[in-house]
């Protein structure tokens, strides 16, 4: 197979198609004067996430719901854009996130408000309200169950493996962990999930990256942002009705995803390629940068902390399920998320009103120091732990929490233990306001020594 680029969508239509009915106008109420601390310039999101903090714990502090200017790196940067709150408080992040009455995804979970049919295209679900968003949510539930996962558990044990014996092969080396380590198992689970077959792998990957980098400028290179999400969505889409085709032709139905999203109704209907595409396009990049980033980060931290590393090993089984809810908060990997509100309300005395957008730092509610004692504190330990890093609970909770979780425990299973010790450079951070994500970063390592087997 390979990539055709003879697409079926015009994406300047898609473009151009700005008035859509249900778009909300900008308001025209007076609004409180832009915040001092501003979180939407460029220079903001270039800093380390441990700076960023500094300027979201005083907004905690002095201005929870802030109103703040538009963002500086839009993908389609539009001048009637009158800006938006800024919530960073746990309380008020989870309190919008299940109140989808009000505060829908309908019009948009990023910074833009990007026409209806490319969220559709891109976001599936994600970008969608009930009922339609949780008709197709329970769609796809199924294959995300504890009950399904345990099912392909050993497959990602397996994989786990194969990884980390390719990395300790030669011995005591220095690697590029993201290629070598970090990017394996999510883009290899996603790929075995759906059926993707290996020529197609890569691609996939690069395609996924490029949704989400639109403001990375070595990753633009010389095309604009919309062009890179555009160009990466249709080569997903592409890819999509290839598998959808290698399907009805097979004399055989195979036993993935895929094929389950071409036979599943709703409402008395089968999803159209173009739905099953659009769900492709969503976990091609919801379900592999989320966990790669995480496993990075995660490794950086257990270095630069031995004896968080030596409290894990102790009790691997015992104590990975804390650990893991601590990598997560740590490496907070999604950024943000956008809500627009439909109703008139009040959050922290100020009024919210229809067409409103509003946006969900998760790293500030993650570290919000009301909620987590010592929040910059890397606690394996830390017992509860409501970190905001699969989103503030509500209909649009991570669906794939679970499957990120195993794919955590079982390369970490294999990294803690296969590895004597380890030693992280500093990471090369991806230059985007919504995924906090390392490029590249170093890893030193020696391998523990192998038991010598008897007989
Ligand atoms: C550490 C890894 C992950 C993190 C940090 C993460 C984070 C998130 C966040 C913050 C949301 C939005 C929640 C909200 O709006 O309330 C989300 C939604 C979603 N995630 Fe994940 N995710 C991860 C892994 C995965 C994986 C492995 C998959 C699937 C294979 C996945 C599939 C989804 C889907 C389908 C949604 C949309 C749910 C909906 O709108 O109903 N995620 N994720």
Redesign the pocket.
Known sequence: MSIDNEFDIDFDELFADEEEENFLPATGEQKPEFSAIDISTKAFWARTSEERDESFAALRRTDPVSWQRPVEDAVTPDPDDPGYWALVKHEHITQV?KDSETFI?GQG?LFDMLPRLFLQMT??????DDPR?NK??KL?SAA?TPKQIKKIDEDIRRAAREIVDELVADGPGEVELVEKVAEKL?NR??CD?FGVPEELREQTATSAGDIIAWADLERLGDRSPDEVQVEAAAILHDIAEQLIEVRKNAAEPSEDLFTNLMNAEVDGEHLNEFEIGA?FV??AV???D??K??TSFALKALAENPDQLAYLREDYDGRIPDAIEE??RF????MT?RRTCVKETELAGKKIIPGDKVV?F?PSGSFDEDVFEEPHKFNLARNPNPH??????????????Q???Q??RAIFQELVFRLESWETGEPELLGTNFMRGVKRMQLRFVPAPVPATVG
């Open positions: 996130s995804s979970v976001q599936s679900f994600l970008a969608m968003h197709l949510r796809v995300f999510p689970m996603f999930l769900f969503l976990m919801a379900g592999t989320t966990t980033h995480t990598f997560i490496a907070s990997p999604v998320f969900l998760y905001l890093g699969f989103g503030g609970g509500g209909v649009h909770f991570c669906l794939g929490n499957l990120a979780k794919m955590l």
